[in-house]
């Protein structure tokens, strides 16, 4: 299986800064099709997960243009470039390059 | 827009069989673009794939190895809807467990509500 790994696990973000989450895989997740498998999800207080980044760069349908992701083969980031109180949660990055799909350990975003 | 309401039980016994069931309304459990879901989500372990469904010309499973001799995942394209059946039911598989949709791009871009399951006597 393909081990996802985030980095850090929790983060203190005042309102209006920026917040960056790293995730780094075991294996590339570039494809031959030449699409990379990368995702980012985000966890809400009791909510189900939610899809925020697609292909590692793709905002999905609905996501503020806050939300960015970049990087390649094993190493991604996902960045918040003005941190609002609604981003509070658990942010995952997730492969799909293969069976079975795998998700990262969750960073716990907080608001100071 | 898709919404998937689940269905359960919240508590079983050891030794038996959980069944959970996801019913779909704005898709098809039988559309050739999707692929229908079951994740789990615990402390120990996060979060999970346990296994999919889908149609392509015919009806395909995958399951992960964890799980792979415990877990039958069917569609029911009658009531529109699929389910999960895991078997031999131990305190470890107790977590919060969900069903999701997969689209080619947009993998889990919709999730049920989650059910937690509790494993004990």
């Known amino acids: 299986d393909i081990a996802m790994t985030q980095t850090p696990l929790s983060l203190s973000v005042t309102p209006g800064q920026a917040a960056s989450i790293s995730c780094k895989s075991s294996q590339s997740l570039l494809h031959s099709d030449g699409k990379t498998y990368l995702y980012w999800y985000l966890q809400k207080p009791g909510q189900s997960p939610q899809l925020l980044i697609y292909e590692v760069s793709n905002r999905f349908s609905g996501v503020p243009d806050r939300f960015s992701g970049s990087g390649s083969g094993t190493d991604f980031t996902l960045k918040i470039s003005r941190v609002e109180a609604e981003d509070v949660g658990v942010y995952y990055c997730?492969?799909?390059?293969?069976?079975?799909?795998?998700f990262g350990q969750g960073t716990k975003v907080e608001i100071k | 827009q898709v919404q998937l309401q689940q269905s359960g039980p919240g508590l079983v016994k050891p030794s038996q069989t959980l069944s959970l069931t996801c019913a779909i309304s704005?898709?098809?459990?039988?559309?050739?673009?999707?692929?229908w879901n079951w994740v789990r989500q615990s402390p120990s372990r996060g979060l999970e794939w346990l296994g999919r469904t889908y149609y392509r010309s015919k009806w395909h499973n995958d399951y992960a190895v964890s799980v792979k001799s415990r877990l039958t995942i069917n569609p029911d394209t009658s009531k529109n809807q699929f389910s999960l059946q895991l078997n031999s039911m131990t305190p470890e598989d107790t977590a919060v467990y969900y069903c999701?949709?997969?689209?080619?791009?947009?993998?889990?871009?919709?999730w049920g509500q989650g059910t937690l399951v509790t494993v004990s006597s």
């Open positions: 704005g898709d098809s459990v039988s559309s050739t673009s999707a692929a």
């Open positions: 999701a949709r997969n689209r080619p791009g947009a993998p889990f871009d919709s």
């Open positions: 997730m492969q799909s390059i293969q069976l079975p799909q795998t």
